[in-house]
């Protein structure tokens, strides 16, 4: 009876069940509606420090069309949010007042290239649906939460280019979805203990590019199906176990640059297309086997201990574009298999012990563009097949014992700018074509022929380089052996009148991400406009900035310079702009610019962004002017700053080293993560802003070019008078090393408050033996600045490191100086080293010895 009675009221139990479950549902409905989670995202944009003009349908009238948001996608059938994408919003902000519980089915949540700060909030472990987290190229600090671990449909994960620290949560190993994780540039990040990662089936892409410190993670053998792997710039040591040279059969990508590992080179990879090994440790041989990675395309190894022959068998390798073996202890001959690598533009065996002769198979090489294999042992004649490279743009053949004569093909060289063949021991004739070249070293050789005329100032400033100077008179060759090539050198006042010829425009933007920009011919309120480039993300105009300052009233100047002026906008929404005008019609200080070849060069530059350099918003040219248009930074120039009420205040010892800390990454990232590299060229402390917190930007990129990898540039002489690399006056030849005496010139400047003109004089006399007694006697503690009491105990230990490091970056030899990478390294160590003496006692000379 109970039975029947039950079925009988069947329907009405099942139907209160019902009732039950959708009470349950109302809270969850409640807190994820379209409209609760529009009021959420209202409520998170009004904490914006500066909240995009691109977002004007994010607002209270506009609550019922959540939908049709910008930047807001919802999934179709339930009208909730689904993907978040601020990306390169320019949104200065945090996370910690945004309310994670509403958006529970967020499936995509991009918020990189913005000015985030502060921490990552833990509740962001709610969104258990996300297969996109990319938080890249923003400001975050503070440690990666663990509940991370807990988006296990993660398919996407980037913190790249933040400033997180802690360690890195093993946590993340959870993530058995994940396809790409990326937590480069972090460069306070902690190294976690490996051994409680477990492998990542799913993972392709892995990019730990930090400051890490241990031995190779012995996790990432376990991963299976990595296609990429980068884990350079680390402080990893030992040898690569040989598990990982087994497992990861699938690697197209390895990068290892710039760290401290042993051993033989790995070469067990076979889709392998790209092998970056430089700045290690390696020792052996370059295995055969190398040549079995048929699909090798770049392959660097310079910087390493490597030893023994170049392998024959690299001449199977048909598509490899890139070979650079520098900087080794590698013997024996060329191999003339080489030649058939048919595909190589970019061939460098440059400091090795190569004997022999170049082999004629070289001439194979019809697609090579810079072929360098100066400071070698090569003894016999140029071959002559050499003229056959027709896309050759820089030749270095340089610091050899070459003989015989210079062969006349090499004037069919049609694309030819670069020619060094100086230090070796050719002789008798050469062709005369080859001093139309852009330029051209033939110094210290037994050459006998009068140098025919060549275009005026091709050669100006050189010694060693045929040619006429201006019309001055060449000097001809005597009949002495081991005469030299020369010609009269008068350099006018360092030739600063050509600074603004090369400006170059750097906009920040995550380099892995495509940045759109637009031409304009015309805009409202701003007339006659030649051209206008503005980064996509900019929403001002032109004629809002004009307006701001009045027509460029002098009111609104800020700053004066040689090359123009500086004016501040104010801008109606509260945005400040710097905007320097440099005029190119008026002044005889600045040439005519090739206005097309200048875009092409701002469009080129699109990918460089990092938080030490400052942000450039474009560019625009009218009636004969051209408009940068920066940043604001209210504190202004570090010289400023340095020379300032501030110098004594707020310029403390901790305060400069972080400084200069701050600089040297900014050229660190520009010399060794921009491609192609790019040099400066006027690294000073008035090109050096500061933010609120003392952050160093580095700025003014009018005199910066890029320096192509494949060869040297040649160029006029530009810069700031005390802050030029003395290599300049002779050679006129830009490389980074010039920016690294700058940044040498700069760091003493900071810790001695006041220029170090003396020193550097006494760098350039290093034979001078009474200026090696002076420096012996010199205490570091007398050079630094006396307006401020002697740093103690860790400071003191940061301002021996500091000064150590300016005095290595301002030796004479360019080759002796280090890379901004080291510098950048060396500065961000987590560990100081110990004094070798107590601070009050330490001499200059004793610096430049640490």
Known sequence: MEGGLFSAHKPTFLLLLLHIFLLALLPFKAISSPKTQAEALLTWKNTFASAPPSLPSWSLTNLNNLCNWYAIVCDQNSEQVSQIDLSNFNIAATLTHFNFTPFLNLTQFNLSGNYFTGHVPSAIGKLSKLTTLDLGNNFFDQEIPVEIGKLTELKYLSFFN??????????????????????????????????????????????????????????????????????????????????????????????????????????????????????????????????????????????????????SSIGQLRELKYLDLRENSLNSLIPSELGLCTSLTYLDLTSNHLEGKIPPSIGQLRELQHLDLRENSLNSSIPSDIGRLSHLISLD????????????????????????????????????????????????????????????DTFVGNSGWCGDARGLTRARNSKKNNNEVIIVVLVPVWGLSV???????????????????????????????????????????????????????????????????????????????????????????????????????????????????????????????????????????????????????????ATRVKIVHGLSHALSYLHHDCSPPIVHRDVTVNNVLLESDFEARLSDFGTARLISANSSNWTHIVGSFGYMAPELALTMRITDKCDVYSFGVVALEVMMGRHPGDLLESQLSESSQSMKEDNAKLLLKDLLDQRLEAPSNELAKAVVLVMSLALACIRTRPGSRPTMLFVAQKLSAHILPSLPEPFGMLTINKLMGI
């Open 162 to 311: 933040n400033t997180l620290t802690g360690v890195i949560p093993s946590e993340l190993s959870n993530l058995q979805k994940v396809q790409f994780l990326i937590l480069g540039a972090n460069y306070n990040l902690q190294t976690p203990d490996w051994s409680k990662f477990s492998g990542m089936p799913s993972l392709t892409y892995l990019d730990l590019s930090s400051r890490l410190d241990s031995e190779f993670p012995e996790f990432v053998s376990k991963c299976l199906n990595l296609t990429f792997l980068d884990l350079s710039e680390n402080f990893f040591t030992g040898q690569i176990p040989q598990q990982v040279f087994t497992n990861l059969s699938k690697l197209e990508y390895l990068n290892l640059t710039n760290n401290q590992f042993q051993g033989p080179l790995p070469s067990n990879f076979p889709k392998l297309k790209h092998l970056h090994l430089a700045q290690n440790n390696f020792s052996g041989a370059i295995p055969e086997a190398i040549g079995l990675i048929s699909g090798l395309q770049r392959i660097d190894l310079a910087w390493n201990s490597l030893e023994g022959p170049i392998p």
């Open 397 to 456: 053949l340089s610091g050899n014992h070459l003989s015989g004569s210079i062969p006349p093909t090499l004037s069919n060289l049609s694309n030819i700018q670069i020619l060094n063949l100086s230090n070796n021991n050719l002789n008798g004739p050469f062709p005369p074509e080859i001093c139309a070249l852009y330029m051209i070293d033939l110094s210290n050789n037994n050459l006998t022929q009068e140098i025919q005329k060549a275009p005026d």
């Open 499 to 653: 600074v603004a010829t090369t400006i170059a425009l750097i906009l920040m933007f995550h380099k892995k991400t495509k940045r759109v920009l637009k031409k304009i011919n015309s805009a409202q309120n701003f007339e006659n406009f030649e051209s206008m480039i503005l980064q996509e993300e900019v929403k001002f105009t032109f004629g809002e900035v004009v307006k701001a300052v009045d027509d460029f009233h002098e009111k609104y100047c800020i700053g004066k310079g040689g090359f123009g002026r500086v004016y501040k906008a104010e801008l109606l929404s509260g945005q400040a702009v710097a905007v320097k005008r440099l005029n190119t019609s008026d002044s005889n200080d600045i040439p005519a610019i090739n206005l097309q070849s200048f875009e092409n060069e701002i469009r080129t530059l699109t990918n460089v962004r990092h938080r030490n350099i400052i942000r450039l918003y474009g560019f625009c040219s009218r009636r004969g002017c051209i408009f940068l248009l920066y940043e604001y930074l209210e504190r202004g120039s570090l010289g400023k700053a340095l020379y300032g009420v501030e110098g004594v205040t707020q310029l403390g010892w």
